[in-house]
């Protein structure tokens, strides 16, 4: 799999936890694997760590972004969005391996095919707070 369809899948485990209580995350994630029949072991670790670890940073990312996103709190923003911003702040900020504007750039590609028409836009605006 590619970083970016590695990214995708990532981004629909965080988007699941809008919707499952912490306790019913780890069955979410096991169901999450059996239905995407494409993905490897070593993707499905991938996968799995990326989550585990952005899980891990979950108040600090949701707080710098409440910190920084002036007029709006996470708490108020729509579910796709939160979870495509949560993912680029954790690359931003705590994963070296990836250069910030291609974590922006590759948030603002989800939110067009995953959000609203104005979703791009405003993630562009809110990450960019971050560089």
């Given amino acids: 799999m590619s970083r ?3 990214r995708e899948q990532i981004f629909k485990m965080l988007f699941r936890i809008e919707f499952h209580e912490g306790m019913e995350m780890e069955e979410q994630m096991q169901l999450f694997l059996e239905e995407e029949e494409e993905i490897s072991k070593e993707d499905s670790e991938y996968i799995r ?7 891990e940073h979950l108040e600090e990312i949701d707080a710098s972004v409440n910190e920084k996103a002036k007029g709006w709190k996470t708490s108020r923003m729509a579910k796709v969005e939160l979870s495509l911003i949560r993912l680029a702040v954790y690359e931003i900020q705590y994963d070296e391996d990836i250069p910030a504007g291609v974590a922006i750039n590759e948030a603002v ?12 836009a405003f993630i562009n605006g809110v990450l960019a707070k971050f560089v």
């Fill in 4 to 6: 970016r369809e590695l």
């Fill in 49 to 55: 760590n990326k989550y585990e670890n952005i899980v």
């Fill in 109 to 120: 590609e989800l939110a067009k095919k995953y959000g609203a028409d104005s979703s791009p």
